[in-house]
């Protein structure tokens, strides 16, 4: 294809220049901007927030930390954060534990592997509205499981986590669990088919059963997939909203409180925007805690 | 000190047949080596003795034993693979022992073992490392030193010089045939590179498209092919494929007709016998590189021939140079010392000794 | 394992191995699977059967007056209108703000790699960063904003925050593809004079199709099921399906209607769960890409 022929004037040589060099930039800037804008900068309006007297409406008063000590000195904040630590603990060791289990016993060799792969999976692509309504209606405490298991010969038997306040969180991790481990299931199943093929058959031959095989060769291979289901898992569980919502509201009372639900109840219900915008912070710290040194040594340690 | 035994061993993946019903008998203390262009099935050949693949049909006889159900672990075998198959997570150390660990081999002989081991192969400043931070030679002989300390009955080698460099090469294909002469073991080692398979093998099976085309001593494949693949196959250069006819009294001669003009090759007297039914017919002359050379070369007795080509391309590689030329329509190549060389169009007078030419069948392929 | 025909002793032992194995993945696919047959059984049963049988017992009378509440009369809030508008402001919302985000994490993706230039992997690394915030602590200041340009409690707003914030995992897909195309094609294109938007569309675009796919699946599934900002950002009327349907659900007013609930669930779940089982493989794709580290 050769190249068209023109004449062109000095200026519009510059000009074809100008944009060649610079055209890159100018068509990344406008989405740099944003995300400039939509992320950063209203991360630090909400940073700025949590240090004003902001009530109702926001105002640009900075009052130090006074926020911050009205958020620490709320008992429900703590029952939020006791709820996040027994809910991401359970919920990222029940997805690990599960996932893995089923990732191994899928990497045998089943003729429908395929069909019960699509099984394991499809909780993800359901919204945790979805989800958490169709586990609202399983764990009602008269017609749900409760009432299926009296029905089978146990009158005693009770199951009435979701209205109780010491069990409810515990339904969300069920819900939870069911919703993503399935996820934990699709990375590890990756992982393991991707060891060598060799290296298995040399284990082969050095006598290792299938237990030892995995136990000592596979798995630590694959070390990285645990650090980022890890990683996604935790991510999931600080953010969880709508599995609450749906399941519990956060309740009974606020039993079943979570940062996310916390933050959202004193902004949108309570207009304590100052207190919220404390809450959301103390958010953004604990997953950049977990996530940025996690980046940082992907990012360095891993190809571009 | 045991042998190993195929008997009508087939191999079927899906509807493809791999491996076709292969007769085969490794005596005891014996190198042999399976060798082939890919796919001819000689790594799956291997597997299939190894227990890494399972049996469509046929018995695989280890010693005494039918392997054909048993597990690899059962077998008494200890195999090197192409990429070396090293455990990344594990050291050096951790390598060599596994197999003993999962034994039950007491600690201390698997001490003495890795000791012994590591001393022979020289790789005993490497054992706290892990297979990333070896180079390919030093990860090649850990892989050996994994083989070595099973002390098995039967070694298998999948291409394990394959991935090292030239010069590594060679000289671990010495080591190889040292450690066979001392340790005495029967081996099976697979390989695409006919120069290991000759330097290597106590005999040489030449395999292609699932069959063994022929196994004999590397002499008799070399001098003695049973056809045009495995007389194409051995060699570097190849042989000189020649296409021509019979002609004269008794087929005393191949003709070979080309834009240059026609040359009769006489055949010897016992060449000659085998084709003596056959005047006028087409037959396949072939001839290798080395017995196309400079007037001279060859001992007195033997039958030569002289004949005039023009040199089309002159490659010298060190030891003596190679003259390309036209024979019978197809590129041909003969061997002569770099001091009886010519330039490159220039004509050239070779002389051949028809007493290793060989002749096939051009239908089938077969030798004459 | 991955050792495919490695021989292994036959026996018994064996025997029971394998059936376990069987066993117990099929006693996980049930676990997986209750749920959806709960949902689907319990929409079709009347109220009556509801609250006498047991909630695992199929329906003994198929009806489908749950179904028709759900879509024409279920009471979001004040209006009784059922699910389907705001089944239509979902796909109004979704299909916009995928398309966008899409097409320009693309060209995002497209300009990050195959035209260096200084900064690029900062630009990167920051964006990328934005994949991982909580929302939460964006969510005041995008209300103040969008009220501001008039846009809160609209699709409209929804729409551009969707994007804005897809942003970061789109760029992400294409990027990661993108590095892996050589750079070679690119030069060989701009030596034969083509320009930055002409190798854009006419090389890169066709090669990245799976790219396109899975993105597309993954924000739109992202999208689709989103209730945050659905519930944060809009009122009423332009309540998306997941708002919609959590209002039918946690409404306490009156009789429970579970079957309506259940039904609502499942009309408001099955675009993704369609897509899902459609198209399972790049979902899959998205799931492992979304994992991985930049």
Redesign the interface.
């Known amino acids: 294809?050769p190249?068209?022929a023109r004449a062109k004037s000095a200026r519009t040589l510059g000009i074809d220049r100008f944009l060649?060099r610079w055209?890159?930039?100018i068509?990344?800037s406008p989405?740099?901007a944003?995300?400039?804008i939509?992320?950063?900068?209203?991360?630090v309006?909400?940073v700025y927030?949590s240090f004003t007297r902001s009530g109702v409406l926001?105002s640009y008063n900075l009052a130090g930390l006074l926020q911050y000590e009205r958020l620490w000195s709320t008992p429900r904040w703590y029952v939020a954060l006791q709820n996040l630590f027994v809910f991401s603990g359970l919920f990222i060791a029940g997805c690990m534990a599960?996932g893995i289990l089923?990732a191994i016993?899928?990497?045998?060799?089943?003729r429908i592997e395929g069909v019960?792969r699509?099984?394991?999976?499809?909780?993800?692509?359901?919204?945790?509205?979805?989800?958490g309504?169709?586990?609202?209606?399983?764990l009602?405490p008269t017609?749900?499981?409760e009432?299926?298991v009296q029905?089978l010969g146990f009158p005693g038997f009770s199951f009435d986590w979701l209205i109780d306040p010491h069990m409810a969180i515990y339904t969300v991790v069920i819900a939870g669990v069911?919703q993503s481990s399935?996820?934990v299931m699709?990375?590890f199943l990756?992982g393991?088919?991707s060891?060598?093929?060799?290296?298995?058959?040399?284990?082969?031959?050095?006598?290792?059963?299938?237990v030892?095989?995995?136990a000592t060769?596979?798995l630590?291979?694959i070390?990285p997939v645990f650090l980022?289901?890890i990683i996604?898992l935790a991510?999931i569980a600080?953010?969880s909203?709508?599995l609450v919502?749906?399941l519990t509201?956060g309740g009974p009372g606020y039993a079943t409180d979570l940062?996310?639900t916390f933050?959202?109840s004193f902004?949108?219900q309570r207009s304590e925007?100052g207190v919220?915008?404390a809450?959301?912070?103390m958010?953004?710290v604990t997953?950049m805690a977990i996530?940025v040194p996690?980046?940082y040594s992907?990012?360095r340690g891993?190809r571009? | 000190m045991v042998e190993v035994r195929l008997d009508k061993v087939w191999k079927r993946f899906g509807s493809n047949d791999v491996i076709k019903g292969i007769d085969l008998v490794i005596a005891s203390g014996e190198f042999v080596v399976l060798v082939g262009p890919s796919g001819c099935g000689k790594s799956t050949l291997l597997?299939l003795i190894?227990?890494?693949e399972t049996l469509s049909g046929g018995d695989i006889h280890i010693g005494a034993q039918r392997v054909n159900d048993v597990?690899?672990?059962d077998r008494d075998?200890?195999?090197v693979?192409?990429?070396y198959?090293?455990?990344?997570?594990?050291t050096v150390h951790g390598n060599i022992t596994?197999?003993m660990e999962?034994?039950n081999i007491p600690r201390a002989e698997q001490a003495r073992a890795v000791a012994d081991v590591s001393q022979q192969l020289h790789i005993e400043g490497l054992l706290e490392r892990k297979p990333g931070q070896l180079s390919g030679g030093q990860r090649q002989r850990v892989a050996m030193g994994?083989a070595l300390v099973r002390d098995p009955d039967v070694f298998l080698f999948d291409e394990p010089l394959s991935n090292l460099d030239a010069k590594l090469r060679i000289e671990m294909r010495t080591e190889m045939k040292k450690l066979h002469q001392r340790l005495g073991k029967t081996t099976i080692y697979v390989t695409h590179d006919q120069v290991e398979a000759m330097t290597l093998a106590s005999r040489i099976a030449v395999m292609d498209n699932g069959h063994i085309r022929q196994f004999g001593p590397p002499a008799e494949i070399y001098e003695d092919p049973m056809d045009l693949f495995v007389a194409g196959f051995m060699g570097s250069p190849s042989m000189n494929i020649v296409r021509g006819r019979i002609a004269g009294e008794g087929g005393a001669r191949v003709e070979v007709a080309d834009a240059e003009g026609s040359i009769s090759f006489p055949l010897p007297a016992a060449l000659a016998a085998k084709v003596a039914d056959r005047p006028g017919e087409e037959v396949v002359l072939g001839l290798r590189p080395e017995i196309i050379t400079h007037p001279g070369a060859h001992a007195p007795g033997a039958s030569v021939f002289e004949f005039a080509r023009s040199i089309d391309v002159v490659e010298p590689t060190g030891p003596d140079t190679l003259l390309v030329f036209t024979l019978g329509g197809s590129e041909a190549i003969g061997r002569v010392r770099p001091d009886e060389a010519v330039a490159a169009g220039r004509p050239y007078r070779f002389q051949v000794n028809m007493d290793k030419a060989k002749l096939f069948d051009p239908a089938s392929g077969v030798r004459l | 394992?991955?050792?495919?025909g490695?021989v292994r002793r036959k026996g018994a032992r064996q025997a029971v191995l394998r059936a376990l194995?069987?066993t117990?993945?099929g006693l996980?696919?049930l676990?997986?699977?209750?749920?959806?047959v709960?949902?689907i059984s319990?929409s079709l049963k009347s109220l009556a059967e509801?609250?006498t049988g047991?909630?695992?017992a199929l329906p003994r009378e198929v009806t489908f007056d749950a179904w028709a509440k759900a879509w024409n009369s279920a009471c979001v809030g004040v209006r009784c209108n059922g699910l389907a508008p705001y089944m239509w402001n979902s796909v109004a919302m979704v299909v916009p703000a995928v398309v966008i985000s899409t097409f320009?994490g693309a060209?995002?993706g497209y300009?990050?790699t195959k035209?260096r230039?200084r900064g690029?992997?900062t630009?990167f690394?920051?964006?990328?960063?934005?994949a991982?915030?909580?929302?939460?602590?964006?969510?005041?200041?995008?209300a103040?904003t969008l009220g501001y340009f008039g846009l809160a409690g609209s699709t409209y707003g929804l729409i551009l925050v969707h994007t804005?914030?897809g942003?970061?995992f789109t760029?992400l897909f294409f990027r990661n593809f993108f590095?892996s195309v050589s750079d070679g094609i690119v030069q060989a294109a701009k030596i034969?004079?083509a320009?930055?938007f002409a190798i854009f569309f006419k090389l890169m675009l066709p090669m990245a199709v799976p790219t396109i796919v899975v993105t597309v699946i993954w924000q739109f599934?992202q999208i689709?099921?989103?209730?945050?900002f659905g519930?944060?950002f809009t009122v009423g009327d332009s309540n998306p399906a997941?708002v919609a349907?959590?209002n039918i659900?946690?409404s306490s007013t009156g009789v429970k209607e579970?079957n309506v609930?259940?039904a609502?669930?499942?009309i408001?779940?099955l675009p993704?769960?369609l897509?899902?089982?459609l198209a399972?493989n790049y979902?899959?794709r998205g799931?492992?890409a979304?994992?991985?580290?930049?």
């Open positions: 294809m190249p068209p060649e055209l890159p930039q068509v990344v989405l740099f944003a995300s400039l939509f992320v950063y900068g209203f991360i309006w909400t927030i926001p599960i089923l016993l899928l990497d045998q060799r089943i019960i699509t099984i394991y999976l499809y909780p993800m692509a359901l919204s945790f509205i979805v989800t309504t169709a586990w609202k209606w399983i009602n017609l749900g499981i009432k299926f029905e069911w399935g996820y699709a990375l990756a393991l088919r060891v060598d093929d060799e290296i298995i058959r040399a284990a082969a031959i050095d006598g290792a059963g299938p030892r095989t995995y060769i596979i630590p291979i070390r980022s289901s996604v991510h600080i953010k909203y709508d919502v749906a509201n940062p996310a933050m959202y902004a949108f925007l919220a915008a809450s959301a912070v958010m953004l997953i996530i996690y980046l992907e990012l891993g571009k | 597997n190894a227990g890494l597990p690899p672990k075998i200890a195999m693979f192409q990429s198959a090293l455990y990344p997570t594990k596994f197999g999962t034994r994994r | 394992m991955n050792g495919e490695i194995l069987f117990v993945l996980f696919c676990v997986y699977l209750m749920p959806l709960v949902m319990t509801i609250r047991s909630f695992i320009l060209v995002n300009a990050l035209w230039f690029a992997d630009i690394a920051l964006m990328l960063f934005g991982f915030i909580p929302f939460q602590v964006v969510l005041l200041p995008m103040r804005v914030y942003l970061a760029t590095v034969d004079g320009g930055f599934t689709w099921n989103d209730f945050l519930i944060a997941t349907l959590n659900v946690a579970y609930d259940m609502a669930a499942i408001a779940g993704t769960l897509v899902y089982v399972g979902f899959v799931l492992a979304g994992a991985v580290k930049g």
